[in-house]
Structure formats: C-alpha cells, structure tokens
C-alpha cells in the first residue's frame, strides 16, 4: 500500500477502494486492550503500557479507541480468527506454537 490505497471486497463481492491518509500510515503501537459495550455499541481502547526492566507496568496511554457496532464486532471477530489461523499455520514462528501447548508445571 504504498499509495496509500487498498482494495478490498466486501463477503458479497462489492470491490471498495481504501484510501490511507498519510498521517495514519505509522499507525499505533498497542500491547493491551480494554473492550466495554452497551447495548447499542462496542468500545475497544487500544493501549500502549509502558514497561520499565522486568517490572510490572507502570502506566499505560490510550493510543486508539474505536467504537463499533454489534454487527462488526460479530465481522471483526470471524475476520481475526481466520487470520489468525493462517498465521499460526503458515508464518508463525516455531516459538509460538507453544503458546497453546499446557506448559509442565515445576512443583510436580
């Protein structure tokens, strides 16, 4: 996308073109997330904690919040989990395959 334009389709075939501004090319950095909902809406704040050593994090800044609807969250959810499954399947770093693996537990 280095014109700052994607082209995507929609499940019934309808072809969009994104446009990217500038500015949001960087994007954000962000290692944790708080979701609320109501009934008409989710919340997602996407944030960065900032960690100082092998301490716990000390504070953390919203980056990002997004507010959605029901319905794409729905959207969003099937769309990472695909993702997600071609990542581990096929990009994953053999390290991350043992992220789902029960780990042996020392004091046995």
Same mark, same amino acid.
């Given at each position: 996308?280095?014109? +700052?334009? =994607?082209?995507? /389709?929609?499940?019934? +075939?309808? #072809?969009?073109q994104i446009r990217l501004p500038p500015e949001l090319e960087a994007g954000v950095?962000?290692?944790?997330?708080?979701? &609320?909902?109501?009934?008409?809406?989710?919340?997602?704040?996407?944030? !960065?904690?900032?960690?100082? +050593?092998? *301490?716990? %994090? !000390? &504070? +953390?800044?919203?980056?990002? !919040?997004?507010?959605?609807?029901? *319905?794409?969250?729905?959207?969003?959810?099937? /769309?990472?989990?695909?993702?997600?499954? #071609?990542? /581990? =399947?096929?990009? /994953?770093?053999?390290?991350?395959?043992?992220?789902? $693996? %029960? $780990?042996?537990? %020392?004091?046995?």
């Open positions: 996308m280095t014109d +700052g334009n =994607s082209h995507e /389709a929609l499940p019934d +075939g309808t #072809k969009l950095w962000s290692n944790f997330a708080v979701v &609320r909902h109501s009934p008409y809406e989710f919340t997602l704040d996407f944030i !960065r904690l900032d960690f100082s +050593g092998n *301490q716990s %994090p !000390r &504070r +953390g800044v919203v980056v990002q !919040r997004v507010n959605m609807s029901p *319905q794409f969250v729905e959207q969003l959810i099937s /769309a990472l989990s695909d993702n997600m499954s #071609k990542f /581990a =399947s096929n990009l /994953a770093p053999s390290s991350l395959e043992t992220l789902n $693996q %029960p $780990q042996d537990d %020392p004091d046995d």
